[in-house]
């Protein structure tokens, strides 16, 4: 016995002084590890959690934050987790064989401000410690299952903003403070509760509801509660969203619910209310109203439904409405969907005169209308089902029989012509890669046309926008299959593709969980709240254990089997393919004006060249001569009869575009003559091929010379006349050309350096010209390269000239840092402004600085240079400043800088030091040579 205790006591002992040694965190931290299947390999025994474990933020060498969401752990969460007493924020979202209770440790998290864990699954009830997380704002614990009563101590959680429980099993009734015991009423501070989904009984307490609350959306859909809706609710004037359908609530509607003027969406369909139909005049800003299916007094269509002109949504069905349907109704200008099916409404119905343009549907099923004025002339989709004038032997009417296409969304169509993925999926940048995928649940959003694809569009800008400023490497995203499901929610299908990769890696998908479990993604107002559900998503580079590689290694050789017959079935199909193009075609067949492409190209000094001709230069497109690769074909490069060293952009097949649009291109591209913009010397539309012919730039990309591959030091100086000479060509590109052209996507990857280090900017391949001299815009679908896109311009769809001046004024920010605009997860944008202080020498930014661009003493203007750069970057066109103010403003800066600015190029500053511009082509080999897209707005490297 003796012995046993001391055992236990030196037990004790070991851990006590290894944890001390050590770290708490690390220990514990450790032990959830091994309760958990599918942790990140990084994880490693005896390894520093605070040393970059994926998923884990240290402050000060204790754990901070925990973000794991869709990591497809296993197991459970142990005790140990409240151990982790400096955790702010614990997010386990999606990780569905996440299993068993919650444990009531959880409460001695006293610092823990955001707690996820929507969609795993845990079940039993929910801790009563809950209530001891006193610094909690944001708590879901939605898609789970849950059991048991909401624990009354979450009334504690003075700070709660956001509290979201739904989709659990959760029972019982909603508990309100009495005398010691708390309740949710005290949760003044609170704007969210989502309760839908469970089974709560009881009534809607009215102590519940007070006027010192701040609650904006009450969902308490899908449960079982009964009783009369309290009139308190009227006192919660800072109300927008009331979801209370699909309950038992009787009795009449107070009155005073006509007091929630600031309501946007309100449900109370399905229950067992009476009396009469409540009256709403005074909710002005109401979309969406469904008060279908209850008990409702006999009456005649209320009037003051016409009177709501922001109404985009009427649901009434089974509500005992009767009589004439008066025609102004109709005439509401944003009315999109009217059901009163299942009523007693009768004589003759008349929409037509009035009706307002965003009308789709009209149901009108199961009522005792015997006549329609618009017969003949209506376009919207009316049913008129089972109504009399239905019911003749001899109706045909389309009205008469139920739709068969049902409204919804299927996403918008790529532009990528023929390209196909083996197994993975195609990008809206037709790349193909591994997308993270899921559904995007909307509970209330305010429209119910879910056919109009303007409005997926500005939730494509916006999540686009999101993911921008989170610093996340994602290239693009696509929405598709909107779709409202049993609980009328708007559920969307969600692909989100990762930037220049074949798949995200873990803290990419962890962070890219976070962004939507942590709602830091807004949708637009039109949409209201969201939930995200994850499919699951395996990244490579999994703990591998013997059997793994052994299988891997199968799974490899029976991918390279598959992979060399597709590619042997490719190579065939090319080859007819270009048999055939070769009887088709010869230089310029297709610009027959019968042909309707327009006549032969207007060309100023661009040469056609035969497709012979460009092979002899490139050694028949040699491998060596093959200087780059994008998601559009190759470059290579080439040498002409009389020297001139050329770069040849080739369009893949399935790259290649209508001659109509080729030769809108390389008119373009031809009229454009400037010292810093690279000219096109030429093109080929020659047997089946597309190419571009363009002078060949010797010093390669900016980016090149930032990231040090190239070998060539940028000094301040050097760097102050690249920035001029891009801005230079990009001012003649939006000032002097004629029309006017926008590029679309300014990046440091579409800046080259000649032999005396002049910028040139090139790549106008998605460029859009303003054409017509009075537009000043242009509306078009996004494109742009991400860390370089303008948000104003995704999220209006409206292309200015000032989108690329947000653009060239992240370049002048890479520039003087040297980091990609998005890197490990930072936003150069965001980065630059948080650590500027302008009371500072060099406005405190010695930290973000390129350490290679000189001595700060050395750095006059710099501070100039970050002004103009930040203009350059604010959020709207309008407050930046144009090209040409841009380009006055480096003038003096190196004039300050002690500098000509009229003087040609960065090579003849001072600087040869490094003589690397002695040496021939530096770097021709190994450069990625980004031409960048021309056909399509893709990211380059074939993977
Ligand atoms: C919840 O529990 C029920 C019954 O135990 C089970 O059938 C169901 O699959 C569980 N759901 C989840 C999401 O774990
Ligand atoms: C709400 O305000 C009333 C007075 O307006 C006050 O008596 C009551 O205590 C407040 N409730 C809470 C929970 O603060
Ligand atoms: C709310 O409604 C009641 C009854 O309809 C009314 O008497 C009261 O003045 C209203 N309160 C506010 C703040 O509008
Ligand atoms: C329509 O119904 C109302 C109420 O039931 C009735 O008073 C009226 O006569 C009906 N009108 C017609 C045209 O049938
Ligand atoms: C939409 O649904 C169809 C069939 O349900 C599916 O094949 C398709 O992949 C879905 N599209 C997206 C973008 O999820």
Known sequence: MGATVGQLLMIIFIKFSFAAAQNNDYTYLQALKDAWQNTPPNWEDNSDPCSGWDGIRCTNGRVTS??????????????????????????????????????????????????????????GPLPDTLGNLENLIFMSLNLNNFTGPIPASIG??????????????????????????????????????????????????????????????????????SGPIPSTLGLVQSLEVVRLDRNRLTGDVPSNINNLTG??????????????VPDLTSLNVLNYLDLSNNNFD?????????????????????????????????????LQNVDLSDNGLNGTLNIFSTHSNQLQQVNLQNNQIDDFTQRSQYTIELILVRNPICTGSDVSDKFCSLPTKTNSYSGKPNNCGLRRCPWNVLSPTCQCAFPYTGNLSFRAPSFSDLGNSSVYDSLHNSMISSFQMSGLSVDSVSLGNATKNSDDYLVINLQVFPYREDRFNRSEISGLGFLLSNQTFK???????????????FVTGKNSSHTGVVVGATVVSCVLVALLVLAGMYALQQKGRAERATHERSPFALWDSTTGSGGVPQLRGAKAFSFKELGKCTNNFSETNNIGTGGYGMVYRGSLPNGQ???????????????????????????????????????????????????????????????????????????????????????????????????????????????????????????????????????????????YMDPEYYMTQQLTEKSDVYSFGVVLLELITARNPIEKGKYIVREVRQAINKSKE??????????????????????????????????????????????????????LAGLNPNADSAANSTSYDDGSLGSEHPYINDSIFDYSSNHFPTKVDLK
């Open 298 to 334: 006999k009456s005649g269509v209320p009037s003051w439904f016409s009177t709501i002109h922001s109404l985009t949504t009427l649901k009434m069905s089974k509500t005992n409405l009767e009589g004439v349907l008066p025609a102004a109704l109709f005439s509401l200008p944003q």
């Open 66 to 123: 925990i973000k794991l969401a869709s990591m497809l752990l296993t197991g459970t969460l142990t005790e140990d987790i409240g151990q982790l007493s400096e955790l702010q924020i614990l997010d386990l979202s999606y990780n569905r064989g996440l299993t068993g209770s919650l444990v009531p440790a959880i409460g001695n998290l006293k610092k823990l401000t955001n707690l996820l864990l929507i969609n795993c699954g845990f079940s």
């Open 523 to 537: 949708p637009p107002a039109a949409f209201g709240t969201y939930f995200f559900t994850s499919d699951d998503y």
């Open 645 to 787: 060293l050329v770069a040849i952009k080739r369009a893949k097949h399935e790259s290649t575009q209508g001659a109509l649009e080729f030769k809108t291109e390389i008119e373009l591209l031809s009229r454009v003559h400037h010292k810093n913009l690279v000219s096109l010397v030429g093109f080929c539309f020659d047997q089946g091929e597309q190419m571009l012919v363009y002078e060949y730039i010797v010093n390669g990309t900016v980016r090149d010379s930032l990231s040090g591959r190239s070998g060539m030091r940028l000094d301040w100086t050097r760097r102050l006349r690249i920035a001029l000479g891009a801005a230079k060509g990009l001012q003649y590109m939006h000032d002097l050309a004629d029309p006017p052209i926008i590029h679309r996507d300014v990046k440091t990857n579409n800046i080259l350096l000649d032999e005396r280090l002049v910028a040139k900017v090139a790549d106008f391949g998605i460029s859009i010209s303003l054409g017509d001299a009075n537009r000043t815009h242009v509306s078009t679908q996004v494109k742009g390269t991400m860390g």
């Open 156 to 225: 504690n959680i003075k700070n709660l903003s956001w509290l979201d429980l739904a989709d659990n099993r959760l029972s019982g009734s909603i508990p309100v403070s009495s005398g010691a015991t708390p309740g949710l009423d005290m949760l003044i501070n609170a704007e969210h509760f989502h309760f839908g989904g469970n089974m709560l009984t009881g009534n809607l307490p009215p102590q519940l509801f007070s006027s010192n609350m701040t609650l904006k959306h009450l969902l308490f859909e899908g449960n079982q509660l």
């Open 263 to 276: 309501v946007f969406e309100m449900f109370l369909s399905n229950n067992i209310l009476t009396g009469p």
């Open 842 to 895: 060099l406005y405190n930014l010695h930290e973000v600085l390129d350490p290679t661009i000189g001595l700060s003493s050395q750095l006059k203007g710099l501070e100039r240079f970050v002004d103009v750069a930040l203009r350059c970057v604010e959020e709207t066109g309008s407050q930046r400043p144009r090209m040409s103010d841009v380009v006055k403003e480096i003038e003096g800066i190196m004039e």
